[in-house]
């Protein structure tokens, strides 16, 4: 059963439809291992393998051929702490939400359910938002390459649990950064999308374009199944849309014959840890072993880093200025802040913040009339000690709030541009240093295929952990 634990999804969603094992046998293997590695490193504090596994037990009595159960075909599926999951907790790492049990799975889960996924367990999140998972409720999950450092967050419980084999799938989703930054230190892959591609959580804010939902694995062909499994309309969606006829899956090794990459380590505004520019520019070796033409071209991003916490502000305020009139006593004085800067900001900062955003998006079109991906790191510094609440320093620049230092994604955030987050080399501590390949919106095919070539090129896909690492 180790040898399953270890097999890639795409792999084990092979024996599942060859019917050499069966959803339940996988269930038993993956709680055997849950139950003796998760406590070193708290990804998955919320577990319902026994209904996981009579979902498991319907599935095998539907009668239907496993090669007819759709994408995932019965393979275990941990999903984030913000994602609902019929009859489970949905906490949000909250004391205001702690035994709040959702009626209903949301829109992400659905649409694994739809195609014979099996939600098991929850993953650890920060309460609300943020970039280092840690709650009152659950505590801190530790990364599975150094349990003294962070998992990143706020999808650091569904990084966590793929890098330390407790999990082949897990969802994610990202605002500034939540779902990138835990690729990237836990040396896993992560999707941001396009906005619309996946449906989200029954969106409060329908035609926000900055939360998006995405799927999260251990190497680039276990995230094109998910996504092909994501992919979709939903009614409660307006952004939604029907997935593209070729599969993900079926377009990894559509690499094109010529490709322009840009680099940059910074944004060209940023400050970043020397270590990190240096795993990341040596890894440009691999886009020019595929035969790439590397440049130093990136957008404009000045600006962006105001313009992002002023959106994000509004976002948070409307979603969840209510919960702080009833409840700010329980709420931690860092979501407290940034839902307090939204409600008492100026009509005129978030006008100014549109017509920014509006302009920054129309710079990175103008870059990818040249270029078909930017490569920018996933994280300014390495994993952070547990202990922090978040870095109060990167390369020598004050940070003054608690998302000041995931300046490097949530910009990119701005652009709607989909991401694709994976490792790109190892730092010298032995910890891993990711990269988010950008893309023209709508492009995660040519994404998808591009970092499935750099992924063999860099060959860290086979490291992962399995046994957290004590550092």
């Known amino acids: 059963m180790n040898g399953l634990i270890r097999s890639t999804a795409t792999e084990v969603v092979a024996l599942l ?84 049990v959702a009626p209903e799975s949301d829109a992400m889960v659905r649409r694994l359910e739809t195609h014979a996924g099996i939600p098991y367990a929850k993953t650890n999140v920060p309460e609300f938002a943020g970039g280092h998972t840690y709650n009152t409720v659950w505590g801190a999950t530790r990364n599975p390459w150094h349990t003294g450092r962070t998992a990143g967050g706020s999808s650091g419980g569904s990084a966590a649990a793929l890098a330390s084999g407790s999990a082949w799938l897990a969802t994610g989703n990202d605002l500034g950064g939540s779902l990138r930054t835990p690729a990237g230190y836990n040396g896993v892959v992560g999707v941001r999308p396009t906005p619309g591609l996946v449906p989200r959580k029954h969106p409060p804010v329908p035609f926000d374009a900055l939360w998006v939902e995405g799927p999260m694995a251990r190497n680039v062909a276990d995230v094109a199944l998910m996504l092909d499994a994501l992919a979709g309309l939903d009614r409660h969606d307006p952004l939604t849309r029907r997935p593209p006829r070729r599969s993900y899956v079926a377009g990894l090794g559509d690499l094109p014959p010529r490709l322009r990459v840009g680099y ?35 957008p404009d991003f000045t600006g962006a880093s105001q313009t992002f916490h002023v959106l994000r502000a509004h976002l948070l305020a409307t979603v969840n200025g209510p919960l702080l009139a009833s409840h700010r006593e329980s709420i931690k004085d860092d979501i407290v802040w940034n839902i307090e800067l939204g409600l008492t900001q100026s009509l005129a900062d978030v006008q100014a913040a549109e017509r920014s955003r509006g302009e920054l998006v129309h710079r990175t079109l103008d870059f990818f009339g040249t270029h078909d991906v930017l490569v920018v790191p996933t994280a300014p510094l390495d994993p952070f000690p547990v202990g ?51 893309g023209r919106p709508g492009s995660e095919a040519l994404l998808l295929a591009v ?21």
Not at 411 to 435: F, I, N, Q, R, Y
């Open 17 to 100: 439809r060859a019917g050499d094992v069966t959803p339940t046998e996988v269930l038993d293997a993956l709680e055997e291992h849950v139950t003796a590695t998760d406590g070193a490193v708290n990804a998955l504090p919320i577990r319902f393998f026994e209904a996981a596994r009579a979902a498991a037990q319907r599935l095998e009595r539907e009668g239907s051929p496993p090669t007819e159960r759709g994408w995932l075909a019965g393979l275990p599926v941990a999903v984030k702490d913000y994602n609902d999951v019929r009859g489970q907790l949905t906490t949000s790492g909250s004391p205001i939400l702690r035994h709040t």
């Open 388 to 438: 922090w609440a978040w870095p109060r320093d990167v390369a020598g620049t004050e940070q003054h709030t608690y998302v000041d230092w995931i300046a490097i994604t949530f910009m990119v955030t701005l652009t709607a541009c989909p991401v694709v987050a994976l490792p790109c080399g190892l730092s010298d501590e032995g910890l891993p240093v990711g990269v988010q390949l950008v």
């Open 264 to 298: 940059s380590p910074d944004l060209g505004v940023l400050p970043v840890e020397p270590g990190v520019r240096e795993v990341t520019r040596r890894a440009l070796g691999h886009f020019r072993d595929l035969g790439a033409e590397v440049t130093d071209e990136c």
């Open 451 to 471: 970092a499935a070539a750099f992924e063999r090129s860099v060959g860290l896909a086979q490291q992962l952990p399995i046994t957290p690492r004590d550092g």
